[in-house]
């Protein structure tokens, strides 16, 4: 057994008890069982948690609620894992709420296109439910595997078509959640227009459950588009790249859904260094794009495709192009853009950092942060690579070493030239532990004075992912 899995205090086994007692035995998970789960895939740590309470549908987790309220038990919430900011971390003295369980797709709507799922559905179950109705579900990441619905909105999430569909929070119509003492708040409306009073919702998506804890939602569906281009380009200068994002929104207009950048850092590492992808195009650029395009109608798609590209490299905004003639070649392209176990096992100990910040102040951050590294840690490395249509850069830092003074220094590098740019320390992972002492960056006094008033409204006895995000004065001292 791990050696910081202690045995639960009198409290905690009474509730624990209570919890076996109202939702089963095989519900609440202790011992080696705990210890055996990670808390996040980039690290593997393992939980610590006094236990992992897991319901099997929302009244049961509203009961799991109420009882830890009574006894002022903090709870943890967990989902698909996949979190960069230690926001599933929990102590011995947490219970972790896993909605592993909560995985229904309830129902979908083709007519009002919407989808009803619970929250510890995969994202990528949605999305082949979806699909299954002849529609789509638009947010895509990564990790759409492992990733959960209940994540998703917990962290506002992004993802590879934030530049054509926007953010989770424009895919939630109506969510279900439960709040600290187990009251539940249902605003599962699937309209689309619905101005009767506050949108409560709205509390709950990118609140890293610190507010409440989803458990259901409406989501918006997109009609199916059969038709996908996909195209890696080179491109000769930061200048053209920015060109190119300009000419491509102007000739495929709503179309385009995905614009990728990569730094010449990132592409020759997962290409040429590493041997791990063979390179589509050269490696000598210092700019590279996975341009996607969606529509139905293939024939017409493909020739403006086409020609967006060739008009383009006429026009000096690209150098070479790759163009993807098969589901095969276009997973290859996404391939060198998706390979974060790559990173992680070619840069290790890595430190990632996702941040946004104006598209033409980009170039000159990622010289400084680079160049006040290298000042430091000359052997140090940095890989670069983000959504560049919606303003978000992904850095990936490799000092040697990555203990917490280290750590702290980076961070300095990565997120103080932020301030002046009105840039944001987290774009889409969120805040958790990791990032909560960097937030007045990129919000003010006020803002953090009103969140934290939302908490205390909320959750008065700090018991939801207590400690991260932001703390009130109720919450135990960290």
């Known amino acids: 057994m791990d050696t910081m899995q202690s045995q639960p205090s009198a409290s905690l086994s009474t509730l624990l008890d209570q919890l076996r007692e109202r939702l089963g035995a095989g519900a609440v998970l202790t011992g080696d069982d705990v210890t055996a789960r990670s808390v996040d895939w980039l690290t593997g740590t393992p939980c610590h948690a006094g236990a992992i309470v897991r319901?099997?549908?929302p009244d049961e987790l509203a009961e799991t609620l109420r009882l830890c309220h009574a006894a002022r038990q903090p709870v943890v919430t967990h989902g698909g894992l996949t979190g960069l900011v230690h926001g599933a971390e929990a102590s011995p003295e947490e219970l972790a709420i896993s909605l592993e369980r909560l995985d229904a797709i309830e129902a979908i709507d083709p007519v009002g296109a919407t989808i009803t799922v619970q929250a510890g559905a995969p994202l990528q179950k949605v999305q082949e439910a979806a699909e299954a109705a002849g529609l789509q579900f638009a947010l895509d990441l990564g990790a759409r595997g492992s990733c959960t619905i209940g994540g998703n909105i917990?962290?506002?999430?992004g993802g590879n078509r934030v530049i054509r569909y926007g953010m989770m929070r424009q895919q939630v119509l109506g969510l279900e959640a439960v709040l600290a003492d187990?009251?539940?708040i249902s605003?599962?409306?699937?309209m689309l227009k619905n101005n009767a009073g506050y949108d409560l919702k709205q509390l709950f998506i990118g609140s890293e459950g610190t507010l409440g804890i989803v458990t259901r939602a409406v989501l918006r569906l997109q009609p199916a588009m059969p038709d996908t281009r996909t195209a890696l380009v080179a491109c000769p200068s930061f200048d053209a790249m920015t060109g190119l994002l300009a000419h491509m929104r102007q000739t495929l207009g709503g179309e385009l859904s995905?614009?990728?950048?990569?730094?010449?850092?990132?592409?020759?590492?997962?290409?040429?260094?590493?041997?791990?992808?063979?390179?589509?195009?050269?490696?000598?650029?210092?700019?590279?794009?996975?341009?996607?395009?969606?529509?139905?109608?293939?024939?017409?798609?493909?020739?403006r495709f086409d020609q967006a590209l060739e008009s383009a490299f006429e026009a000096?905004?690209?150098?070479d192009a790759a163009i993807a003639q098969s589901d095969a070649q276009r997973d290859g392209l996404w391939a060198i853009r998706?390979?974060?176990?790559?990173?992680?096992?070619?840069?290790s100990p890595l430190m990632t950092f996702d941040v946004s910040l104006p598209i033409g102040d980009m170039e000159g951050y990622v010289e400084r942060v680079e160049t006040t590294l290298q000042e430091q840690w000359p052997e140090g490395r940095l890989s670069v690579f983000g959504h560049l249509g919606d303003g978000n850069l992904h850095l990936m830092a490799s000092v040697g070493s990555n203990d917490a003074d280290t750590r702290h220094r980076v961070e300095s590098c990565v997120y103080e030239p932020l301030a002046e740019l009105g840039g944001s320390i987290s774009a889409e992972h969120g805040i958790g532990l990791e990032k909560r002492n960097w937030l007045p960056i990129s919000r003010s006094p006020d803002e953090l004075a009103l969140m934290a008033t939302l908490k205390q409204a909320l959750d008065p006895h700090g018991l939801l992912n207590r400690h991260k995000v932001v703390t009130c004065d109720t919450q135990d001292e960290h």
């Not at 917990?154 to 999430?157: E, G, K, R, S």
């Not at 000096?316 to 150098?319: D, E, F, H, Q, V």
Request: no cysteine; hydrophobic share 40%; proline share 7%.
């Open 154 to 157: 917990a962290t506002n999430a």
């Open 182 to 184: 187990g009251r539940v």
């Open 338 to 347: 998706e390979d974060i176990e790559g990173l992680v096992h070619l840069l």
């Open 55 to 57: 319901p099997g549908t």
């Open 316 to 319: 000096g905004l690209l150098a």
């Open 187 to 190: 605003s599962m409306s699937p």
């Open 258 to 303: 995905a614009f990728e950048a990569m730094w010449r850092n990132h592409y020759r590492l997962l290409t040429d260094v590493s041997g791990r992808h063979a390179p589509p195009v050269g490696t000598e650029s210092p700019f590279y794009v996975i341009i996607e395009s969606q529509a139905i109608d293939a024939d017409r798609h493909g020739a």
